[in-house]
T-cell receptor
């Protein structure tokens, strides 16, 4: 089983739509979680951290479900500029060092 | 603020040649990571340094790959000899080595081995 799994998509949505992505992780000892965004031919950039109680940043909402070992990202009122690949990232601290494991990403295409 | 700086941005070379990729992490960050990204395999961690010491190099594909971090502000990833299957985007990232701290990526080096 892969450590971090995401639906590769693409998710095709019209402007203004609400879209949600899920990501599952296999290691129950995982301790922190992030969503990164990667534009075509660019580097991954941190979108938001995911906190246990869930958190919101403008149109973006992240949720964590430790019991089921998944995190989610909800995007409301999609913009054309939201088109990108969204990477789920899980952090595990082992032997005193932190390691990040990246999912392969979910592609979002927002159309006019 | 300067982010992670990588060079070169693009490299095209013939198979068998030595390739050296360079990275300057964000000042003050004590962890540095080298990744490789391809369409097929996604983002793969190659090696991870903490306080200039290699901690985990299990992702380094084979002996042709080597990485060094001689000081806190510089790291290199070397491929010798290079092969066409090494063609990929290579990213360097840095962070504070504490839980809940995200990584910050450089622009990447697009490597093509002919």
């Amino acid at each position: 089983r892969k450590e971090v799994e995401q639906d590769p998509g693409p998710f095709n949505v019209p402007e203004g739509a609400t879209v949600a992505f899920n990501c599952t992780y296999s290691n129950s000892a995982s301790q922190s979680f992030f969503w990164y965004r990667q534009d075509c031919r660019k580097e991954p950039k941190l979108l938001m951290s995911v906190y246990s109680s869930g958190n919101e940043d403008g149109r973006f909402t992240a949720q964590l479900n430790r019991a089921s070992q998944y995190i989610s990202l909800l995007i409301r009122d999609s913009k054309l500029s939201d088109s990108a690949t969204y990477l789920c990232v899980v952090n595990l601290q082992d032997s005193g060092y932190s390691t990040l494991t990246f999912g392969k990403g979910t592609m979002l295409l927002v159309s006019p | 603020d300067a982010g992670v700086i990588q060079s070169p941005r693009h490299e095209v070379t013939e198979m068998g040649q030595e390739v050296t990729l360079r990275c300057k992490p964000i000042s003050g960050h004590n962890s540095l990571f080298w990744y490789r990204q391809t369409m097929m395999r996604g983002l793969e961690l190659l090696i991870y340094f903490n306080n200039n010491v290699p901690i985990d190099d299990s992702g380094m594909p084979e002996d042709r790959f080597s990485a060094k971090m001689p000081n806190a502000s510089f790291s290199t990833l070397k491929i010798q000899p290079s092969e066409p299957r090494d063609s990929a985007v290579y990213f360097c990232a840095s962070s504070f080595d504490r839980l809940y701290q995200p990584q910050h990526f450089g622009d990447g080096t697009r490597l093509s081995i002919l």
